[in-house]
């Protein structure tokens, strides 16, 4: 049987250590998993929430309540239907014009320069994403 908690433990572990430089202070609710970050060499400052509406109120989380009402608004304003096993392509899509918000006018050539050196790609590579969830 696998062990959730341990799970995520690593998930968090693993990627601090691939996008976080050792030395940074990490802030977090008070979910468990995210002591991990200290595995990576950084500190780790915990925030009760507590959940309810005064948590998203809270000044260190402004941000991130921010990018996640972002994502959910451009999700459910773009797509009729959210089907979960589509859902990393969906946020990529969003990564990929959030990272250009600045650029507008470059998007879609950069679009069309990237497509069209794109190789074709098996099917079985194509849906991939779909094992998702």
Not at 21 to 32: C, E, H, K, M, Q
Request: aromatic share 10%; proline share 5%; net charge positive.
């Amino acid at each position: 049987m696998c062990d959730l908690g341990a799970l995520r433990l690593r998930e968090i572990s693993s990627w601090t250590k691939c996008h976080i430089v050792p030395g940074s202070t990490v802030i977090s609710d008070s979910l468990a998993c995210f002591s991990a970050v200290k595995e990576a060499g950084c500190s780790h400052i915990a925030i009760t929430t507590g959940g309810g509406p005064d948590s998203v109120t809270r000044q260190e989380f402004a941000w991130v309540n921010t990018m996640v009402g972002n994502v959910k608004n451009a999700l459910v304003g773009t797509y009729h239907a959210i089907n979960h096993k589509h859902l990393p392509r969906y946020l990529a899509e969003f990564c990929y014009r959030f990272n250009r918000r600045f650029q507008l006018e470059d998007m879609l050539p950069r679009f069309c320069y990237i497509a069209a050196r794109t190789p074709p790609m098996p099917l079985r590579l194509l849906t991939m994403a779909e094992n998702y969830g």
